[in-house]
C-alpha cells in the first residue's frame, strides 16, 4: 500500500480503464506527482499500463468498479475554498485527487495534515495551462471540482490560465467522462454591470458587461467571466455535466499557511496600513459555507446552472464598525476616504437558489469575528498586548 497524501513523479497501472471509470482497489491508493497517471483519453485504451520514468516510481493497480462515485479531483486544492473543500471531502469519504502547482512547497504541507489525508489525499502537479497534467489528474475520477485561478487584476498573470485552463478543464472532463464538473466561478461573473438598476434583485440569471471590466481594468472579473462563459459553452458542446459556484467574498478561518486575496481585504484594516475606508459595498460569505455549497451542488443529482452564494451585502463602514467593536485594540479606521458623495447603497440579491439546496449560512459578524481569530492564532497580525 502506498502512503497517500504526499506526491511525487508516479508510475501507475490503469486496469479497465474507462472515461469516469479508473478508481483505486480498496486498501490501494493512487500515486501521483510528477504525473498522475493518465494521458490523452485517446490513448488510454481498456488496459493500459501508464510509467513515468521516475526513481520513485511506485506501481499500483486502479480499478474502476471497487469505490464507485468517491474519487474527485480538486484542482488548486492548496487554495483558500479548496483546503476546506478537500478537508469536507476527505471526511465524507471521499478519495482525493488535489492538484497543486508544486507538491513539494511548505504551502500546501496543510493538506498533508487533514483528517483522511494520509490514506485517501493524493498531491498531483498540475498546472491550468498544462492540458496534459490535467487530465492525468481529472482521468478516473467521478467528479472535478476546478476551483484553481489566480486572484488578481493583473491581465498578464489572471487572463490566460483563468481562461484557457478553464476549457482544459471541460475538455478533460469530456474526455475522461466524469459525471459532474463543478466549477468555482464569483459574483464577479454576476453584478459588474453599471446598466443594472440598484432596485433589482440580483440571482444567478446576470453576467457582468465585459466591456465595463475591460474599461474599468477589473481583470479578474473579466477573465473569469469569459472562463465561466466558455465553460457553458463547451459544456454544451462536449455533454459535460456542469454545475457553478459563484460565491461573493468569501471570508472565515484559515487552513493554509499564507494569506490569500480576499482575507486581504479584513487583514489590512488591522494593521494600520490602511488609514480610511472606501465608500463601497462587497457581499460576503463564510468558507465553510462555500465549501459544502461546492458538495451539496455535486452530490444533489438535480442540482443544475448557477448557485449565488452570498450572506449578506456591507458596506466598509459596517465592516470596520464590527471589526472595531470585536477588535478594539487594533487600529481600525474610522474615516471614510470619500466622505463628500453619499454613502453607497448595499445591492439586494437572491441567495435562495443556495439555501434551497439545504445550506445554512453563517452570519457575516461571525465569518468577520472568524476572519480575525484565524489571522491572530497563524501569526499573520500580531495578537494584543494586554
Ligand atoms: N476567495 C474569494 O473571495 C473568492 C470569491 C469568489 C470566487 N473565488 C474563486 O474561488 C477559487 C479559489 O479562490 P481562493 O480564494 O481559494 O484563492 P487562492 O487561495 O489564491 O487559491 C487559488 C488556487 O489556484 C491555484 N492556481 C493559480 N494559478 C494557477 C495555475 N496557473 N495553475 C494551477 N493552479 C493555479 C493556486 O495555486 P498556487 O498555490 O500554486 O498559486 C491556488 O491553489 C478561484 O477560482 C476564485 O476565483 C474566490
Not at 486496469?15 to 494521458?39: N, T
Not at 485504451?45 to 520513485?56: D, Y
Not at 457553478?244 to 489590512?268: E, W, Y
Request: glycine letters at 8%; a positive charge.
Amino acid at each position: 500500500m502506498v502512503g497517500a497524501g504526499w506526491s511525487c513523479g508516479a508510475a501507475l497501472e490503469v486496469v479497465g480503464a474507462r472515461g469516469g471509470g479508473r478508481r483505486a482497489k480498496m486498501g490501494e491508493q493512487r500515486e501521483a506527482g510528477g504525473g498522475c497517471g493518465g494521458g490523452q483519453r485517446s490513448e488510454l485504451p481498456k488496459e493500459v499500463s501508464l510509467i513515468k520514468a521516475s526513481p520513485e516510481n511506485i506501481r499500483m493497480t486502479i480499478d474502476s468498479s471497487s469505490v464507485s462515485g468517491k474519487t474527485v479531483c480538486v484542482t488548486g486544492a492548496g487554495g483558500f475554498i479548496a483546503s476546506w473543500l478537500v478537508k469536507l471531502l476527505l471526511q465524507k469519504g471521499y478519495t482525493v485527487i488535489g492538484t497543486v502547482r508544486n507538491p513539494d512547497d511548505a504551502k500546501n504541507s496543510h493538506l498533508k495534515e487533514l483528517e483522511g489525508a494520509k490514506e485517501r489525499l493524493v498531491l498531483c502537479k498540475a498546472d491550468l495551462l498544462d492540458y496534459e497534467s490535467l487530465l492525468k489528474a481529472i482521468w478516473g475520477c467521478d467528479g472535478v471540482f476546478h476551483t484553481a485561478s489566480p486572484v488578481t487584476d493583473d491581465p498578464e498573470q489572471m487572463v490566460e490560465p483563468a481562461i484557457n485552463g478553464t476549457k482544459y478543464i471541460i475538455n478533460a472532463a469530456a474526455a475522461a467522462g466524469v459525471r459532474r464538473v463543478v466549477f468555482t466561478s464569483t459574483v464577479g461573473a454576476i453584478y459588474m454591470d453599471p446598466n443594472r438598476s440598484p432596485d433589482v434583485i440580483v440571482d444567478e440569471s446576470y453576467w457582468s458587461d465585459l466591456e465595463f471590466c475591460k474599461n474599468t481594468k477589473n481583470w479578474y472579473c473579466y477573465a473569469k467571466t469569459v472562463a465561466e462563459k466558455a465553460a457553458w459553452e463547451m459544456a454544451r458542446e462536449r455533454g459535460v455535466n456542469l454545475v457553478v459556484v459563484n460565491p461573493v467574498l468569501v471570508l472565515g478561518p484559515l487552513l493554509q499557511p499564507t494569506v490569500n486575496a480576499s482575507i486581504v481585504h479584513i487583514q489590512k484594516y488591522l494593521t494600520g496600513s490602511t488609514k480610511t475606508y472606501a465608500n463601497s459595498i462587497q457581499a460576503y460569505v463564510h468558507v465553510k459555507d462555500v465549501a459544502l455549497a461546492h458538495l451539496l451542488v455535486y452530490e444533489t443529482p438535480s442540482a443544475s446552472g448557477r448557485y449565488l452564494c452570498a450572506e449578506s451585502v456591507l458596506h466598509r463602514g459596517d465592516v470596520v464598525e464590527i471589526l472595531a467593536k470585536f477588535f478594539p485594540e487594533y487600529p481600525i479606521p474610522t474615516k471614510c476616504k470619500d466622505e463628500v458623495k453619499p454613502r453607497v447603497k448595499p445591492y439586494k440579491f437572491s441567495n435562495k437558489k443556495v439555501k434551497n439546496l439545504g445550506l445554512e449560512l453563517t452570519p457575516v459578524n461571525q465569518c468577520l469575528y472568524e476572519t480575525v481569530k484565524s489571522l491572530q492564532e497563524k501569526g499573520h497580525l500580531p495578537l494584543p498586548s494586554n
